[in-house]
């Protein structure tokens, strides 16, 4: 049968499934079937046991599928409230222009609420919390067109639309439990949504949500409510008591077992002054009135309207509402709806219990409906609430070899997907590589860092992208982006710019290796370079050179290529070094005479100037003129043999060859 709808409500004490279908604006009601757990496989609205809430599915199924003779493979469902957090959030899109709004407008506009809900959850929960949520249903509390509160966008025109979204969301182990028991049992969610919000669907219809009214579901586990205000859900809260906290007081009171006192609390719906009578765990046959019995639970739910009401006035702005229904086999008990609506300040006539039959639009072909209480009210909002969304609620995709069920839309993209599953967004964009920046010889000297690789996304094996839309089924793979590695650099990468020099002293040849350091310290070629050193490769001086091979300068006289050369000479490939004899040592000056002027100390060459090149001292003489191109017979490198690209600087700025040179100027030549 086509265009059907099973509903699931699995309850902490029953399990109740339902087939209906949309007929002519009401729902028909086509087979219903209920059963209770055999054992408390289920806590508290949460599975302990999931094998055994299973087997009590599986049994539903297999009523419902004799009923209808057809086989039933998707199914509705409905959390409990139990670990329940909300976030209420505001988005709005523009449109680009003034034009109609269409349905696909309103589900994306609806998904980006959803996934800025998502966003504050996990702000509120900390970078430190591993817990994951899913979101199981959302209101929308108002919707707007060009900033003007609106019941419904469709067909409206405006440029801007916005709305106020409450998503509800659950622990991810809450949901995931539930869906292991929907695998064995051969059903595909279809719908998920919250136990209140498929209450109030029905419960409170949307004429009647104008009135700040009040929805209880009470259950077994829990007891899980939600609010109506001004035509909208605004709020939904949990209280974890409900009807186990009456069978419990029973169940001690009595000295039964806990199936035993949920007989005793069913036989208290009958009529005051009944007597009921059970057999406690000895085995003795015993009778107690209802009197008897309602001395027990009072205390109980006492606590638990107490604890209810508070809740209610919590998430309603301190103040009760106007009215309060009562739903789920809970609010059966007796006096209970009296103590919630004292608690409340209400009139009892103004907190009542809402059964099925109560409900609107439900059509029920069976003759013996058993479910027309208000343990029916639940499962009936499942169906509801999903055959509301079918096309747009679910799909199912995976993303790197992990599956996942997102709510869907017409314009659900790589990039929505991923935001509602939490994807970090940061593994998407890759970060270049730091630049390594130091000082080679007071050159600042850059490498550059590592470009990043880009994230790749595919899609069912072809290339895609954060735009590329999504559909049910699709096979997701997103390839991080990788950072580009910093720049990195050894002192052994430098050292080709300076060759061993081969220099001659009489027939021996020497080896002028450059000498390293790093911040000066003495680095192997192998030492790293951090950002901010300074390195030094520099051939070591004539002075060095002959200490090397024992001999002091001082105790020579030392000629380079035939000219009198200093100590801290830096030497050329092919340069000769001549020793003469020992420089005689000159003789002791004479005493000055007194009455002898003293000579004059011998005047400095004419025209002599002293230049600076790459930090030595050069003299210059002999030329009433000197021009830059001068400077490049003093070079220790040969400019016939390109190392790279020649830098020329005067005094820190670009030169020329026939820029004149004056005394005290600096000169630095080298390659790049």
Known sequence: ?????????IGTRTVIGLVCAPQKGALQVIAQEITEHESRSMIDGQIHDIPRVAEAVARVKEGLEQKTGFGLNQVAVAAAGRALVTRQVRVTKELGSSREIEAHDINS????????????LEKMMGSGSTEKFYCVGYSVVNYFADNFAILNLQGQWAEVIGAEILATFLPEAVVNSLYSVLKRV????????????????????????????????VGAGTSDIAISRKGSVVAYGMVPLAGDEVTEALLENCLVDFNTAEKIKRSMAGEPGTDITFRDVLGAEKTITYEEAMSFICPVLDSITEEIAQTIKNLNGQVSPRAVFCVGGGSQTPQFTDMLAEKLGLSPSL?????????PGIKITESDDEISGPEGVTVVGISTVAMKKFGHDFLTIKINDQDYRLFNSKELEVGNAIALIGYDPRQLIGRNGANLEFWLNDIKELVPGGLAIPSKIFINNKPANLKTQVKDGDYIVIQAAVDGEDGRAVVGSYLDRY???IVMLGETCIQMVPIVTVNQQPAAPDTAIKPGDRVEIKYPDLKTILAG?????????????GEIAMGDWVLRSGDQIELSTPAPKPAPAPEPDKKAPAEAAP??????????????????DGSKHYLFVDILRYLDFDLTRPQGSIILLHNDSEAKFTEPLKDGDRVKIFWQ
Do not use: C, W
């Open 186 to 217: 051969d059903l595909e969610p279809v719908s998920l949504t919250l136990e209140p919000i498929a209450a109030i669907d029905v419960a409170i219809p949307e004429d009647l949500r104008l009135l700040n009214l009040a929805l209880v579901d």
């Open 499 to 501: 060759p061993t020099r």
């Open 1 to 9: 049968m086509k265009d059907y709808v099973f509903g699931l409500d």
């Open 351 to 359: 907190v009542a219990v809402k059964g099925r039959k109560q409900i």
């Open 603 to 620: 005047p400095e060459p004419e025209n002599l100037i002293h230049v600076e090149l790459n930090g030595k001292t050069i003299s210059l």
């Open 109 to 120: 506009l609806e998904l980006e609420g959803l996934r800025q809900a998502h966003l504050e």
């Open 549 to 561: 091979q024992g001999i002091e300068f001082e105790q020579f006289q030392v000629r380079v290529n």
